[in-house]
């Protein structure tokens, strides 16, 4: 288990309430946790990622995608969550190549060296979503490639959070406008929102 805590900030969401949030549903989680391998299989073709890759997996829990990234024989994974109960977890699973940090990733400096960046199932828990996609660009080398993406259609992902979550949740944006936003940084070649997953994916311009 290799897990590093570092210390988290505030924002327009509470960070303190999304930290307590996820900390207290972490000893849950994987038990409820639905995996639908050919859904993520499609999203992390989406990604990019592949053999050799280098991989930043934003907001990880409990580290569902690791298996997939351990199947595609990716170079590294950094897997970053602001909870600690959650990295906790997802350090018990964490085999090489993955390294597992508890953290808030906008606090976290660039390193600009990335292949690939996947935010699943976790956009709308930031609050700022132009902020969050710029301060990524900055980890992602030039021709990297940045994913947001949710195994379940857009009003799904609106009425999930919409219950117990509302507090730690923004409204998830219609994949046009967050492509728009993604546009000041990334050429977006994928767009996907139907009634199964929400992709939005680019590469990083030079």
Same mark, same amino acid.
Request: aromatic share 8%; with cysteine; glycine share 8%.
């Given at each position: 288990?290799?897990?590093?805590?570092?210390?988290?900030?505030?924002?327009?969401?509470?960070?303190?309430?999304?930290?307590?949030?996820?900390?207290?549903?972490?000893?849950?989680? !994987?038990?409820?946790?639905?995996? !639908?391998?050919?859904?993520?299989?499609?999203?992390?073709?989406?990604?990019?990622?592949?053999?050799?890759?280098?991989?930043?997996?934003?907001?990880?829990? *409990?580290?569902?995608?690791?298996?997939?990234?351990?199947?595609?024989?990716?170079?590294?994974?950094?897997?970053?969550?602001?909870?600690?109960?959650?990295?906790?977890?997802?350090?018990?699973?964490?085999?090489?190549?993955?390294?597992?940090?508890?953290?808030?990733?906008?606090?976290?400096?660039?390193?600009?060296?990335? !292949?690939?960046?996947?935010?699943?199932?976790?956009?709308?828990?930031?609050?700022?979503?132009?902020?969050?996609?710029?301060?990524?660009?900055?980890?992602?080398?030039?021709?990297?490639?940045? *994913?947001?993406?949710?195994?379940?259609?857009?009003?799904?992902?609106?009425?999930?959070?919409?219950?117990?979550?509302?507090?730690?949740?923004?409204?998830?944006?219609?994949?046009?406008?967050?492509?728009?936003?993604?546009?000041?940084?990334?050429?977006? !070649?994928?767009?996907?929102?139907?009634?199964?997953?929400?992709?939005?994916?680019?590469?990083?311009?030079?």
């Amino acid at each position: 288990m290799d897990v590093h805590c570092m210390e988290s900030g505030r924002a327009a969401i509470d960070k303190k309430d999304i930290i307590e949030f996820f900390d207290e549903l972490a000893p849950g989680w !994987d038990h409820d946790l639905v995996v !639908d391998t050919a859904k993520i299989n499609t999203i992390l073709d989406a990604a990019g990622v592949r053999e050799n890759s280098r991989v930043l997996d934003v907001a990880c829990g *409990t580290g569902v995608l690791f298996p997939f990234y351990r199947q595609r024989r990716v170079a590294e994974v950094l897997a970053v969550d602001i909870s600690a109960e959650m990295t906790r977890i997802a350090g018990e699973k964490a085999l090489s190549p993955i390294r597992v940090v508890c953290g808030d990733m906008e606090a976290m400096p660039g390193t600009g060296d990335f !292949d690939c960046c996947v935010i699943y199932n976790a956009f709308p828990h930031f609050p700022d979503p132009a902020r969050l996609v710029r301060h990524l660009s900055g980890w992602l080398k030039p021709g990297g490639r940045l *994913t947001v993406a949710h195994s379940m259609s857009l009003e799904q992902l609106n009425q999930h959070h919409s219950g117990r979550a509302a507090k730690v949740s923004m409204g998830m944006l219609p994949a046009e406008e967050l492509a728009e936003i993604f546009g000041h940084w990334f050429t977006v !070649d994928v767009m996907v929102s139907d009634e199964e997953k929400y992709i939005v994916s680019g590469i990083r311009k030079d």
